[in-house]
């Protein structure tokens, strides 16, 4: 029976090695049929953003993994509204359309979820 789960990010993508840890564990959640929602909340808003280039850091591109994620059915994604206003974004900014939710509807949202990662 699948679960579903809830992964949270709320570090930018590049600078730290918890990027790939949450890459990884999300695509081997995915792997098992799992129901999956992303949601970036914080500073792990910035690691959706357009045109970034962390090749300047001398890192890999998580960026390029994002986009990867309707091949394995993950296609829950969820911007925190409040974390794209503290930091001045805007929608235009992003790499691609996500669902964009303010804190209290991601809290209800994560209360349906048999398990909650945050990274």
Do not use: C, W
Request: proline fraction near 3%; charged fraction near 20%.
């Amino acid at each position: 029976m699948s679960k579903k789960l809830t992964f949270i990010f709320d570090k930018p993508l590049h600078g730290n090695v918890q990027a790939q840890e949450f890459v990884d564990a999300l695509l081997m959640a995915a792997a098992f049929d799992q129901q999956l929602t992303v949601v970036f909340v914080g500073d792990g808003v910035f690691a959706l953003l357009k045109n970034q280039n962390p090749k300047i850091l001398d890192m890999k591109s998580m960026s390029e993994t994002l986009d990867t994620f309707p091949l394995y059915d993950i296609n829950d994604v969820v911007v925190e509204q409040e974390g794209l206003d503290e930091r001045g974004l805007v929608l235009d900014q992003l790499s691609a359309s996500y669902t964009v939710l303010s804190r209290e509807q991601i809290a209800q949202q994560m209360l349906t979820a048999h398990h909650v990662f945050s990274f």
